[in-house]
């Protein structure tokens, strides 16, 4: 599989790409190795990005996707309705790479620039262990059922995450920038449906 160092691809290419997407099947959980303490989720995904501009242009997309987290390492599936894998993006400190199922493998330093450069919109793959889990917002006996959202700015962007079961949300809407003033071109909202998660406990 060959790499392709980081570009901007043509604006035509990547929505093809992130369309292509809609109406993917639900990726299974999968078995995670006892004791690891790594944690997976999946379910339904819905994004909305905009370039503002005269006039503004708006692009959507949706479908299925599994998030898995191990250590520092956070790693995006999405699967298509038969079974093939269309995507797969994994992040840690320093380094992100995204697989396409042309087999081109895409490497940048930044998850969240290397998803915006390939697919057109940008994902914060490394923080979505960390808000799918809750623990950004610590929750205690308060949120461990709960319908109402939370709402915190993590890493530029506004995470609200509402139906709490068990002390994780069911529910996320994710919207970059979190301050618009931040940045007077783009706009992302990443709406989040979890399906199921699992943990394996750690040592």
Do not use: K, N, Y
């Amino acid at each position: 599989m060959g790499v392709v160092p980081l570009r901007t691809p043509r604006l035509g290419a990547a929505l093809a790409f992130v369309l292509a997407l809609a109406g993917c099947a639900s990726p299974r959980v999968p078995a995670l190795p006892e004791g690891s303490g790594a944690q997976a989720w999946t379910g339904r995904f819905a994004a909305t990005w905009t370039i503002v501009g005269e006039p503004p242009r708006e692009e959507r997309a949706s479908g299925r996707f599994q998030v898995r987290a191990l250590g520092d390492t956070a790693e995006m599936e999405i699967v298509s309705p038969f079974g093939q894998t269309l995507a797969r993006a994994s992040a840690r400190p320093g380094h992100a790479t995204l697989e396409t199922a042309d087999g081109r493998a895409h490497q940048a330093a930044s998850p969240q620039a290397l998803t915006e450069t390939v697919l057109g919109w940008r994902v914060p793959i490394e923080r979505l262990p960390r808000w799918l889990s809750g623990e950004f917002a610590q929750p205690g006996p308060a949120t461990a059922d709960r319908e109402d959202e939370v709402r915190v700015v993590d890493e530029g962007w506004q995470v609200a995450a509402g139906r709490w079961t068990a002390g994780r949300p069911l529910r996320l809407t994710l919207r970059w920038p979190a301050d618009p003033a931040a940045d007077d071109t783009r706009r992302v909202e990443i709406r989040l449906a979890v399906d199921a998660d699992t943990e394996a406990g750690a040592r």
